[in-house]
Structure formats: C-alpha cells, structure tokens
C-alpha cells in the first residue's frame, strides 16, 4: 500500500466531510474545510492512496510558536496501518518548518498510546473549561 503525505495539500470540502462524519461518527456536514484551514491554520496534511482522500490533519497555530493538532482522521478501512502517524508526521515536519517550537494535542483516554506511543508526544499537565 503506498501512501502520500502533501502538506497544505488540495482537497475537496466533500472528502474531508465524509472523513470527518466517519472518524468522528456523526451525520454528514456541509463544512468549507477550504475556507476554514486557509483562515486559521498553519497548514494541513492530507494522505492520499491512488488520487483518494484517505486521511487528514489540520495543523492550528497562535500565528508564533505554538501549533495544534486537531482533527486527525483516516478511513476506518485504513486504520491501523501507520496512517495516522504518518499524518502526525508530517505535521510535525511542517509546523518545525515553520519554525513553531511546540506542538501541542489534546485526545479522548482511548487514543493515549497513538499519541504517546506512535507519534512520540509527551504528557504534560494542561487544563480544560466545557463551555
């Protein structure tokens, strides 16, 4: 299986939409993904398996040192074959590119040993307020 990683790839709003309602299982949005990472992000990573959207991650920043990952999906098909640390990857490629000192995550208990493990992230101590 050969995958590619473009960083500030194209893409179609619809792919990323049907990834996100897949990878975080709700029903099917109209989102301007485009609109959204060109505003507020440092950059994206889409993978791509022959032509086809089969992962995304968007990269968020302060606009200094400090970068954010958030959304990091893949096909349920394709899980559990690297992908998703090869998004992260590549995410961390960019935002040092960029010359972002920190990148930060934060993930529901379940994706503990994908973070730490997989991707290399470490444990800090962060807070959080539900509003």
């Not at 440092?42 to 089969?54: I, P, S, T």
């Not at 930060?104 to 503990?112: G, I, K, M, S, Y």
């Amino acid at each position: 299986m050969t995958i590619t990683y473009d960083w500030r790839g194209d893409f179609e709003n619809a792919a990323v939409n049907t990834l996100h309602a897949e990878g975080f299982d709700h029903r099917l949005l109209d989102i301007d993904w485009t609109a959204q990472v060109h505003r507020h992000s440092l950059g994206w990573v889409c993978a791509r398996q022959d032509g086809r959207l089969v992962g995304f991650v968007n990269v968020a920043w302060d606009g200094g040192v400090h970068a954010f990952v958030l959304d990091t999906m893949v096909k349920s098909d394709l899980r559990r074959f690297g992908i998703g640390a090869g998004l992260v990857a590549a995410a961390v490629r960019g935002a040092r590119a960029a010359q972002c000192e920190w990148l930060h995550v934060d993930f529901d208990d379940d994706l503990r040993a994908f973070y730490f493990d997989a991707c290399g992230f470490k444990p800090t101590n962060a807070g959080l307020i539900a509003l």
